[in-house]
């Protein structure tokens, strides 16, 4: 791998002990420490890829019963650049699953996706506090840019079951806690200083109290919270979907079940902007399953909110994240300037391809009576692309 960014060490109640590792090239491995020796080298058992785009930036092995209170086995919970947390089933990393362009092929090791903490950059390591209050547990958590905190298990998405407070001035380099859990150890950067912090777990179960029961949280996080025009919209699409599936046209009296299928839900991103690649759809709809089961599963509006504030991105897509993807594809150093015929190749062979005739028709959407792709100028750049073609509005300058 390019770098590891953690490695995880567990031995589960009456289980063997397993070794994880997460790196910077997106896979999760573990170790097959009954068959590795000094001389022969530590053995891997099984790895694949645990995203597509974003980057690992921490993670910690739990045994499942601490996230879910049915569980069995080992979870991974892994933190990335995007501010989201995955839950991956240990027992699902199996095989040698590492090539980018078969990633869609084997079934996916996430079983949940769920917001992370967001206090100016994510996590970049995280561990269990040993202790808490009325058998309660929680996770220590630190961040690069000063914080450190606490989260609440199990992990649900739910902002107000975490807390975060600013720990050195100058940046966080790492943190762990004492053997009792009753300390939180610190280490900053530039301020050279190590600090002892007490740790206080019921200051989060009383901001979690605050912050509503149920799925209050959850619409509190959409634009304009519950009673806002985003909720209202929300609400106008999911009865839409379920007047669409007993068809538009009909002279019935219509069904307002209350709920969708699982199948409806990208559409439903879609409808509010949030544009899910294969790969997140595929992350999304395993999700459904594992919570509802396989057979006529029906997502509520309630349940849609969770997924929707869980899964759609913190951020929208800026401008240097669309220069750095020009980057990638070979754009001149220095310029940011690509070649139209890399660029079409690049969407007609690389990660999730067009087919010809849709990258066409998506072109000619783009750029009504324009075309198409021959209406392209023969080279872009990242800017170009946002807002000629794109039609994103131009970032200002600060």
Known sequence: PDAFHNICLLQPPGDDLRLFSVGYDRAAVEYDLANSTVRGGVRVAGSCLIEQTSRPSCAVALPSKMQTSEGRGVVLLVYNNEYKCKIIEADRITGNQLDPARILDAPTPCVKTLLG???????????VIPCGSDGHRFLWFCCPTK??????????????????????????VGCDTSPDGRMLITCGGSDLSVALWEVSTTAVESASSLGGSGNDPFWAQLDGGADGLFADEAKDFFVYSQIKRQGEDTRAERDIVGWVRPADVPDLFCALGVYPSQFDIRELLAEVTNELGAEDPEVTLDHFVRLFVNHRPVFGLEQAAMEE???????????????????????????????????????????PGQGGVQSLPSELSGVDMAESVLGFAKEEEE
Do not use: C, M, Y
């Not at 450190?148 to 966080?172: F, M």
């Open 117 to 127: 903490p967001t206090f100016g950059a994510p996590p970049s390591n995280v561990g």
């Open 147 to 172: 914080v450190a905190g606490a989260l609440w298990l199990p992990l649900d998405g739910n902002p107000h079951r975490s807390t975060g407070v600013i720990v050195h001035p100058g940046g966080l």
């Open 325 to 367: 993807a020009f980057d990638s594809l070979g754009a001149l150093p220095g310029t940011n300037v690509l070649r139209t015929d890399k660029l079409v190749d690049a969407l007609l062979n690389r990660g999730e391809p067009f087919e010809v005739d849709e990258l066409q028709q998506v072109f000619e959407r783009l750029r």
